[in-house]
């Protein structure tokens, strides 16, 4: 018999069983109104569900109103928001995908462009359609980048209401259906920004040495996992390097993974930089091929911790040699599936895995087998 490869080995997650290793990653999608999804994010998460993912993820979804990335970002805020993320997670469970959502607040980087009118601060253009500022908020008040607002710098009070915020928005993903929740500290967000010694400039008790400034990011996280049910896990997504010698490095990821961990956290998802600039750019990082792999292999064995990989992984044969090798427990996959929706499907038959369609929804998979069978019959012109 043959092995299973290992992208299409169950994975145990508390009480969740994954089908296979390929997560949908968040992928911003900017076509909210006022915070609430509509059809257009159930026809797009929904093809990953019915595409063979594992575990589809909802993405970055704002915790307060001024906490989006623009304004077309989603958020659940409000009660009012629920039906349209259980839409979401009702059709992915139903179709064999864990419904997964991350919880985000954008901080120094909220309330900017869409990226197609231009992905930096809002301007006059921007106005004119309706998509007028706010003000951001962060660790310091330092902007992200010359030309960009000025954040303000959170008080005890203001982090006090967001990190009730974040339990309640957990406690309405909940309430949508979702099973699976990942507090996203990445990419120059909000949390990010406390983590990294770049942007977080406070002498309190949230900054001055590493413990400080991962403090907020861990009492978030001990309060989402008290309201987030202890059979269903919690993720954390990390930048793990800024990418420059002065900001957040692998090694204080390992030490915020330790304490995660400690803390309830299933799985680390292994990101890296956005501190300034796009939410993944980085200083001082040739993106190649898999370039963020050694970051969940880093945090796999340091901390013995179940990791996801995630970055131009986009070949299933580059996928299984990433876990054969043991650099990763799970592969996080974005836009090679808006290339292809697909993908954990056809990368079962490329794979030798599934070669009569069995695992495709059976709505499809029995044309495809039948026509298989048929074209049997025939040979190729010469």
Known sequence: MTPVPYLFQPLKLRSLEARNRVVISPMCQYSAHEGHMDAWHLVHLGRFATGGAAIVFTEATAVQKGGRITHGCPGLWADSQIPGHARVAEFALRNGAIPAIQLAHAGRKSGMQRPWFGNGPLNDADFARGDMPWQPVGPSALPVAEGWPMPHALTQSDIDTLIEDFVLAAKRALAAGYKIAEIHGAHGYLLHSFLSPLSNKRDDKYGGDLAGRMRLALEITQRVRAVWPSDLPLFFRTSA?????????????????????????????CSSSGIAGSATAGANQKRQPGFQVPYAERVRKDVDMTAMAVGLITHPQQAEDILAQGQAD??????????????????????????????WPEQSGWWLASRQKTCDFYTPDA
């Open 241 to 269: 390097v800024d990418g420059t010698p002065e900001g957040w490095s692998l090694e204080d990821t390992v030490v915020l993974a330790t304490e995660l961990k400690r803390l309830g956290v299933d799985v680390m998802d």
């Open 330 to 359: 799970l592969i996080a996959i974005g836009r090679e599936a808006l290339v292809n929706p697909m993908w954990a499907l056809h990368a079962a038959k490329t794979l030798g895995h599934d070669l009569d369609f069995a695992t």
